[in-house]
């Protein structure tokens, strides 16, 4: 389970745009948005804090308690985060403020767990799900979700009835989502050309010369 609550200091953006943002982080802070029950709020929060508490046993599904200048902390979650492409550092989050006693909802990773007696006997394990929508308090969200398939033969599947979760949580997809199978490894066969099919553009019929580029067609522009 989740319950990891951790405190953030963060501070009010009095100036917006992509030159501030880029000032933000040269000097270690991540530009951000802290929305709650009135309006939003532009907010800055050093990196390192922040990475210390997505990091946590909880991973993103920490609740923050986020104080602004100082004042009264308010409890959020990590709704969305941006990461720079090239060296994956976090650029921009949006934390969203939640009440600990009402349910909210977000994705949970899904985790197969062992070895399936199908692999072992040839074939091949194909996890269909990787994540699945469920609901629960803030506190109570598990950071993922573990699932056996060391049971798991050839030509079985595990769907979403299967998958055990921790009282407090209820899961939002339908009963029938397929998250892992067991099948046979795919054969690739060589095509064999059918007998009088005719021989594909630019290639010459069988036992003939292809003929030599001599120029002399127009070659398209572009």
Known sequence: MAGERVKIAASKRERLGSAESRRLRRQGLIPGILYGRSTPVPIAVAERDLRHALTTRAGTHAVLDVAVDGGSSHSAILKEFQLSKVRG??????????????????????????????????GVLSQVTNDVRVEALPLEMPEHLDMDVSEMRIGDSLRLDSLNVPDGVTLLDPEDTVLASVTLPTREEPEAAAEGEEPAEGEAPAGEPAAEAAGGEDTPEG
């Open 89 to 122: 550092k976090l650029t921009h989050v949006d934390l969203q403020e939640v009440r600990l006693d009402q349910p909210i909802q977000s994705s949970v990773a899904v985790h197969l767990i062992g070895e399936p007696a199908g692999v072992k006997e040839g």
